[in-house]
């Protein structure tokens, strides 16, 4: 043994190391809970929010499939020839026919009359979704004997019921069924003629389809084998084309719709980011202090002989090992609520969120938890390597040995790279990742220097003449060892992510409640000749519905831009003015004020126009880059065989996506109000039976008006909407929830940090309410500072979302706000206070051993 | 006799606040293998930094400690941590067990380190020999002051070092305690033939050892055979 | 769709999400809605067509292709004394017609060639109620102007209408005719309807070929009143 040399390149010890993790994390599985809590939590919000994520692309998609109703449409307005015939007779594994063509049906029975789109079926279709009617069944059995489904709407109007009939053309067909909703109405065309479907084998008799009928073809197709439809559609294109035809697929549908979900989307991403960087939070801050309570046991190893980097491995082996743990623990949990939520809400949400086990979001759960475990822990864990053996003869290690280790510069790269590449995999831009890290980071460096000053000014304000109490609570803001900056950082985070969810939610809920629901148009009435307008309003306030918007429309042409006129366009090829801008018929307002939906882009809004002079006109923003036009340039338009010069006076961005009246140009008044025009009424209608009675009452009074029914079309889009706003307020709801248990744990993790002290306090015969009034004072502090300081970013910060991200105007209500930091004041405190009560009721030597 | 530790001109100074201090100077002695010896001193006299410094926990500022013809001073960290593992034990005033293992777990941890064989046996047996055989599932907070520190010495032990650094070692237990566990300290340390160096500042507990070497203000004072030399 | 344009010209303008928005209208038309120069009733006499879509030849590349400009073109070459007005104007019904027209009987109109009803049919306004505008546009345009001629073109809705609304849709020219000692054009669209190769895509709207036929129409009553 004397001649043993030492062996300094001892191999490392795998499975001891292993061996050691676990050994070391015995005693301490209840704090370890907390680092996991923060894991588990916030895994369980990523797992649920990519399964609902998925889950409502899955619905999505569902629902553009029921839009059209097959996989493949094809339609046109003319029938196909036999050679086209024969190609599409070729194609899917079961194929449906329609016509469909507006014709005036008859109800015998209330000897009323009424323009109505006929939809002749022959097949199975649709394939996705249902002919939906009352009673069910009626939806597939009327295409087996002389019947028909009716639209809801016009039943009502002709006060019709199921069993009644209705004369097509020359043919009668029993009413067996009311019809609610069904495949491809979803289109501007319903809403104008309400639907009556009947089978197509008794076309023929109706005597509708002759030489010079307006019918409209359309073929359904199913194709239960897999097929490549993009190709196969593509191949069919030039063909069709020359037929006029024109197809639909679901993949096609599916863009379309998905456009609009795109704020959800992208707030989903934002949910699930939020989620996963308030569990980081929570290691970081749970790893940081757990670290530092294993100091001592650190050197005793290292005493005995472990290396540094032996020590590192033992606790990064353990950090990954419980993060493992904790991510498995929070997938599991993610999944169950996804599955438990909307059974217990399902009484209070009008439709179903399918429910499916994603294992893609499992997965990425639980990949996502090890790895931020992993990065978020090593910052803390690096400092294990400089722990000193010495440390067993005296306790001495120094927070500045973390700071001079080069280690972490290594770290703070690899947890940027990960959040940039993280935020790119969410957000699948560069510039938005790189502008969403240097978000946090700008946070972050805020939260630091916010503690930083508070730990300085403390410092210097506190005075010999405080009482012993506020001077004790104060001081350990700053005394060594003390938790200010670790504790700013994390209650700071979390309250700025809960408030700028809270925020972006609210202003995202707004969005969607805009564009649907209560007190949005979803009836038009046009062609109100000018003489009617006002008893067309009045009767409408009679039938209690309120008149959302009457406004004047008048028809125009451009005559001449700069003087140059369509003529000279063809003979001068370098005017940069399109053709159609001289052949369109413009439908044009007049009014002194803008809309809502406006927003006035360039030049100056000019209301009123003045007599003799040149009208200032307001053109819309596409109109005004399609015909190159700049502010002040002269138009005459004309009216109708008036030539009326005018100038651009203002440029004006249109939010075409509501359902009310926009216009390309807008006059001043004093200009067309004698122009011919006729007056367009917006309202809604709450009901289809009120519908019906309004539309019956139009009728009578005013044959002329047409009426579009927009109920019917919106309802789908309704029920999409609120789909959408019930996944924001849930995922938020959840990632605040996940917020709250974070900011917990971290606080809770403090107690340690106390415990020596309060215990010592109490020996030396401190009082409970003395000991309590101390931490209340320093977590009261922390928590409301930091609070504050975290809802001040999440302003800064929600705003910025808001206007570059999900573009939407910015709105703030202040009250929620200020609620959320005494709640998380409070919060902060009465855990605080939590932590020191296992002190206060425990003989003080019981605690010293424990925790030893 | 053979020379296990040699100290030659050592010193130690700490930077604080922008002072110098200077803790140890000019330390000169060297121990023989297998003898026990004392170091002692008034509080603050530099008697922990000096067995630091000896044991290789930490690194001086001027002079040497060669520790069975090795040069600490040349070590890098890891360096000292394998010798430590191989020849050096230790006793602390507050046992530093390491509170999430059990106390054969703790007698164990050198021996595993090392990669050596009938580790769970031989512990079992250092745990017998300092009579807590039956108490070896216990975690630390499960046991009393001596018996954590017979703990203590069954891991100390348990690598049969060369050279054994007790830091007040009866600091923190009562009288009779102490005595019982001094008496276990010497007695394994006579049947391992291992090296002693204690730590103290009580005289009574010195004077068990063959030398007592005293310091006070960071300089040896004296350095004398006992009657059991 | 088609069969609804008219009203789908206006949803256009009413945009909302689920249709295909902000999209230039398909309209490509260049047709005057008058003559590119103004009436100089001092030294000519003038030809009002006042009508829908058909008359300002909605969805051609040149508005002079529509059947009021073919019968321009052959006035001008007969060296007649009249001066062609097009008040066409698309997407108009009978009522709006009634409501827009003293706007257009500020110019005096020796001949008035009345060309609405179409979107009536289409929308399937009561024929009643159609009847009741044209007779109230005949009226007035009378009332303004004693001498003048009027020239009543007949229009149809497709079979697919039903027959029964069909056939009192097209009875009202005729009745018309008789009633107000106008002349008619039995059907507009006699030899263009129906047959895809003289109709735009939409299979409403004539193309400048069909436009030629329709022209020939007109103008075989058109000449006798000249």
Redesign the interface.
Request: some cysteine; overall charge positive.
């Given at each position: 043994?004397e001649t043993?040399p030492?062996?300094?390149q001892?191999k490392m010890?795998i499975p001891?190391l292993f061996?050691?993790a676990w050994?070391?994390?015995?005693?301490?599985r209840s704090r370890l809970f907390l680092f996991i809590s923060a894991i588990v939590f916030g895994i369980a919000a990523l797992v649920a929010i990519y399964a609902f994520k998925y889950n409502v692309q899955n619905d999505i998609n569902g629902q553009a499939a029921t839009l059209i109703g097959a996989d493949l449409s094809v339609s046109g307005?003319?029938p196909v020839d036999s050679k086209l015939k024969k190609l599409l007779d070729s194609l899917g594994d079961d194929r449906s026919q329609e016509r469909s063509?507006?014709?005036?049906?008859?109800f015998p029975k209330s000897k009323g009359?009424?323009?109505v789109q006929?939809r002749a079926l022959q097949g199975n279709f649709p394939y996705y979704g249902a002919i939906e009617t009352t009673p069910e069944q009626a939806g597939t059995s009327f295409r087996k004997g002389q019947m028909a489904v009716v639209d809801k709407t016009l039943m009502l109007q002709f006060n019709a019921h199921v069993g009644d009939s209705i004369k097509?053309?020359?043919s009668q067909f029993l009413i067996t069924g009311i019809l609610n909703r069904a495949p491809g109405q979803?289109?501007?065309?319903a809403g104008?003629?309400p639907v009556v479907y009947i089978p197509m084998q008794y076309l023929e008799q109706t005597?509708?389809?002759?030489?010079?009928?307006?019918?409209?073809y359309s073929f359904y197709y199913k194709f239960t084998r897999p097929v490549n439809l993009d190709k196969l559609t593509k191949k069919l294109d030039p063909m069709l084309d020359k037929a006029?035809m024109r197809y639909e697929t679901i993949e096609g549908r599916k863009e379309n719709t998905g456009r609009?979900f795109g704020d959800l989307s992208r707030f989903l991403s934002l949910v699930g980011f939020v989620a996963l960087l308030l569990g980081c939070v929570g290691v970081a801050s749970a790893v940081h202090i757990y670290v530092r309570e294993k100091i001592?046991?650190i050197?005793?190893?290292?005493?005995?002989?472990?290396?540094?980097?032996e020590a590192f491995l033992i606790y990064l082996i353990q950090i990954v090992g419980i993060g493992l743990i904790g991510s498995v623990i929070g997938a599991a949990l993610g999944t169950a609520i996804q599955h438990l939520l909307p059974v217990i809400f399902k009484d209070f949400i009008p439709f179903t969120i399918s429910v499916q086990i994603s294992w893609m979001a499992i997965g990425q759960g639980i990949l996502l938890g090890v790895i931020i475990s992993l990065l978020f822990a090593l910052l803390p864990l690096i400092s294990v390597r400089n722990v000193?053996?010495?440390n067993?003869?005296?306790l001495s290690f120094d927070d500045a040995v973390l700071s001079r280790d080069p280690l972490r510069w290594l770290v703070y790269a690899l947890i940027m790279l990960f959040i940039i590449a993280f935020t790119y995999l969410q957000l699948d831009s560069w510039l938005g990742s790189l502008f969403f890290t240097l978000g946090i980071l700008g946070a972050f460096i805020i939260l630091s220097a916010v503690a930083w000053l508070l730990m300085r000014l403390t410092k210097l304000l506190i005075n010999s003449s405080w009482s012993y109490l506020w001077r004790q609570g104060f001081a350990n803001l700053y005394r060594p060892n003390n938790q200010t900056l670790i504790l700013m950082v994390s209650i700071g985070l979390s309250t700025m992510f809960i408030c700028i969810l809270f925020l972006i939610q609210n202003l995202l809920i707004g969005q969607v409640t805009l564009?649907s629901g209560g007190n949005q148009s979803n009836m038009?009435l046009?062609?109100i000749?000018?003489?009617q307008k006002d008893s067309v309003a009045r009767l409408t306030r009679q039938q209690g519905l309120p008149v959302l918007q009457q406004v004047p429309?008048v028809?125009?042409?451009i005559e001449q831009i700069n003087g140059k006129t369509?003529?000279d366009l063809q003979k001068d090829s370098t005017i940069k003015i399109p053709?159609?801008v001289?052949?369109?018929?413009y439908?044009v307002t007049f009014r002194d004020s803008l809309s809502g939906s406006e927003k006035l882009t360039d030049g100056t809004w000019i209301g009123k126009a003045e007599p003799g002079k040149d009208i200032p006109v307001s053109v819309e923003e596409?109109l005004y880059h399609?015909a190159n036009l700049k502010i002040g340039d002269k138009i005459v338009f004309?009216v109708?065989?008036?030539e009326m010069p005018a100038y651009v006076a203002s440029v004006r961005k249109v939010n075409?996506?509501?359902?009310?009246?926009?216009?390309?140009v807008v006059f001043p008044t004093g200009v067309l109000e004698?122009?011919?025009?006729?007056q367009?009424l917006l309202t809604h209608v709450p009901s289809t039976k009120v519908s019906a009675t309004f539309q019956r009452a139009i009728v009578h009074s005013f044959?002329?008006v047409?009426i579009?029914d927009?109920g019917l079309?919106l309802s789908v889009?309704d029920e999409l909407l609120n789909k959408i706003s019930y996944v924001i307020r849930f995922m938020s709801a959840f990632s605040i929830i996940t917020g709250v248990v974070v900011l917990v744990a971290s606080v809770r993790i403090s107690k340690y940090q106390r415990i020596q002290e309060s215990v010592l306090l109490r020996t030396l015969g401190a009082s409970r309410k003395q000991i309590f009034a101390i931490t209340a004072l320093e977590y009261l502090f922390l928590g409301s500072l930091s609070a504050l300081t975290g809802i001040v970013i999440a302003f800064g910060g929600s705003w910025l979302l808001a206007k570059y991200s999900f573009e939407i105007p910015y709105t703030v209500n202040y009250l929620p706000a200020l609620i959320l930091v005494f709640v998380i004041s409070i919060l902060t405190v009465i855990i605080g206070l939590l932590n020191s009560r296992g002190v206060l009721n425990k003989p003080p030597l019981e605690i010293l051993?424990?925790n030893? | 006799m053979e020379t296990i530790l040699n100290i030659s001109d050592l010193g130690k100074t700490y930077q604080s606040a922008g002072r110098t201090l200077n803790v140890l100077h000019d330390i000169n002695f060297s121990i023989a293998a297998g003898s026990t010896n004392a170091i002692v001193g008034p509080s603050g006299s530099g008697k922990?930094t000096l067995?630091?410094l000896c044991a290789g926990?930490?690194r001086s500022s001027a002079g040497a400690v060669e520790l069975n013809g090795?040069n600490l001073g040349n070590l890098t960290?890891?360096?000292r941590?394998?010798?430590?593992?191989?020849?050096v034990g230790?006793i602390?005033q507050n046992f530093?067990?390491?509170?999430?293992?059990t106390a054969l777990?703790n007698v164990m941890?050198?021996l595993?380190?090392r990669?050596e064989k009938n580790i769970r046996a031989r512990a079992l047996d250092l745990l017998d020999k300092v009579g807590l055989a039956d108490r070896g599932h216990h975690?630390?907070?499960q046991l009393s002051g001596g018996e954590q520190q017979r703990v203590s010495l069954a891991?100390a032990f348990s690598n049969?070092p060369k050279i054994l650094f007790a830091?007040e070692p009866t600091g923190n237990l009562d009288a009779e305690t102490s005595e019982k566990v001094v008496k276990l300290l010497f007695d394994l340390n006579k049947e391992a033939g291992t090296t002693l160096i204690l730590v103290t500042h009580d005289l009574e507990l010195a004077a068990k050892t063959q030398r007592i070497i005293r310091i006070k203000g960071g300089q040896l004072i004296a350095d004398e055979k006992t009657i059991n030399g | 769709?088609?069969?609804?344009k008219l009203?789908?010209?206006?949803?256009t303008?009413?945009?909302?999400?689920?249709?295909d928005?902000?999209k230039?209208?398909s309209?490509?038309?260049?047709a005057?809605?008058?003559t590119?120069a103004q009436p100089d009733a001092a030294t000519s006499k003038t030809v009002l067509f006042f009508g829908d879509s058909l008359t300002?030849g909605y969805g051609l590349d040149d508005?002079s292709e529509a059947f009021p400009g073919v019968i321009k073109d052959k006035i001008d070459s007969l060296k007649l004394p009249y001066k062609v007005?097009n008040?066409g104007?698309?997407?108009e019904?009978?009522?709006?017609g009634?409501?827009?027209l003293s706007?257009?009987l500020k110019?005096k109109v020796d001949i008035f060639i009345l060309e609405l009803g179409a979107n009536?049919g289409?929308?399937?306004?009561?024929v009643?109620?159609t009847s009741k505008?044209l007779q109230s546009i005949i009226d007035k345009v009378k009332a303004k102007y004693p001498e003048v001629k009027i020239v009543l073109l007949g229009m149809q809705v497709?079979?697919?209408?039903?027959?029964?609304?069909a056939n009192k849709f097209k009875a009202v020219y005729p009745d018309l005719t008789a009633k107000n000692h106008a002349q008619l054009v039995p059907f507009l669209l006699q030899g263009v309807?129906?047959i895809?190769a003289l109709n735009q895509?939409?299979?409403?709207h004539p193309t400048a070929q069909g436009a030629k036929i329709v022209a020939n129409n007109v103008w075989d009553v058109l000449k006798g009143v000249l």
């Open positions: 043994m043993n030492v062996n300094y001892r010890n001891w061996n050691m050994r070391d994390s015995r005693k301490n307005n003319k063509f507006a014709s005036m049906a008859y009359t009424r323009l006929v097509i053309g020359n979803a289109g501007a065309v104008i003629a005597g509708l389809v002759k030489i010079g009928s307006r019918v409209n006029g609009n001592a046991s050197a005793i190893m290292r005493c005995l002989g472990v290396k540094a980097s000193s053996p010495l067993t003869l005296r564009s038009i046009f062609d000749q000018n003489s429309i028809t125009l042409r369509a003529a053709h159609g001289f052949a369109y018929e439908r596409n399609r004309n109708q065989g008036v075409w996506g509501k359902v009310q009246t926009n216009f390309q004698d122009a011919p025009q006729f367009v044959p002329n047409s579009i927009l079309v889009l051993r424990n030893a | 922990t067995l630091g926990l930490d090795i960290e890891d360096q941590a394998q010798v430590r593992n191989q020849y230790f602390f530093q067990l390491l509170p999430t293992l777990e941890v050198p595993e380190l990669n975690y630390p907070s891991r049969s830091d | 769709m088609h069969k609804f009203t789908f010209l206006l949803l303008t009413l945009i909302f999400a689920a249709c928005q902000n230039k209208p309209t490509d038309e260049g005057k809605s008058s590119a300002a508005p007005v008040a104007l698309s997407g019904t009978t009522a709006g009634n409501a827009r706007w257009l110019q009536d289409l929308r399937g306004i009561p009643s109620e505008n497709p079979p697919n209408m039903g027959a029964d609304y309807a129906g895809s895509a939409d299979g409403i």
